[in-house]
């Protein structure tokens, strides 16, 4: 039996460990077990570098650190200094801004110089995986109106779908359309500067 008190929480088991009783002292899962039972009923205590989304960053300054600041680097790069609370021994800072999975990291930094660099690693929220199969109807509603089918039989396309073929740009007939109209510009600017400089006349002396 389990359960929260206090700030702590409680584990009573109620059969013998005895070898009288069980061969469970003999096994090798019972030192695991004993092991996730001491880390489950520490864990309130303990610092937690794996979180869930929405959960608080708690990190502890450096022992050595008297005049102790950090501040947080969050997974998008952007830096965000932090308030420091009271502890027991030491500072403790906070960051509550945890909804972004991703890899948190508190710097510590004591009178300008850094003292220390911890790591906090947000998971996904679990809920996003919560997939399951589509109803036979469900999948039908998406999948016919594409003109999708999953059986033997041969899918023809809906001929509402079918389209016009696409015509090839006319870039070609642009392109000699204006190789056509410089020419004929050259050809009109050379005859309009014959027409104002004149003919030239030649003769014979007599």
């Known amino acids: 039996m389990e359960k929260y008190f206090g700030q702590g929480r409680i584990l009573v088991q109620s059969f013998p460990l005895g070898l009288e009783w069980s061969n469970l002292p003999l096994l090798k899962a019972y030192v695991v077990m004993i092991h996730d039972w001491l880390g489950y009923i520490t864990a309130p205590t303990s610092a937690r570098y794996n979180l869930n989304p929405g959960t608080s960053i708690i990190a502890s300054a450096p022992k050595n650190a008297t005049k102790a600041s950090a501040e947080v680097l969050t997974p998008r790069g952007k830096r965000i200094p932090l308030t420091v609370t009271s502890g027991d021994s030491n500072s403790i800072f906070r960051y509550m801004q945890t909804q972004l999975p991703g890899m948190y990291r508190v710097r510590f930094t004591n009178d300008g110089a850094a003292a220390g660099d911890v790591p906090f690693h947000v ?22 109106p594409a003109g999708v089918h999953f059986s033997g039989e041969v899918a023809k396309l809906n001929p509402a779908n079918e389209t016009a073929p696409r015509r090839e740009p006319l870039w070609g007939l642009l392109l000699a359309a204006l190789v056509a109209l410089l020419a004929g510009e050259l050809l009109m600017a050379s005859r309009l500067a014959r027409q104002r400089a004149g003919f030239a006349v030649s003769g014979t002396m007599m």
Do not use: C, F
């Open 123 to 144: 998971a996904q929220d679990s809920a996003e995986s919560n997939l399951k199969m589509l109803g036979t109807a469900e999948r039908d509603s998406l999948l016919e």
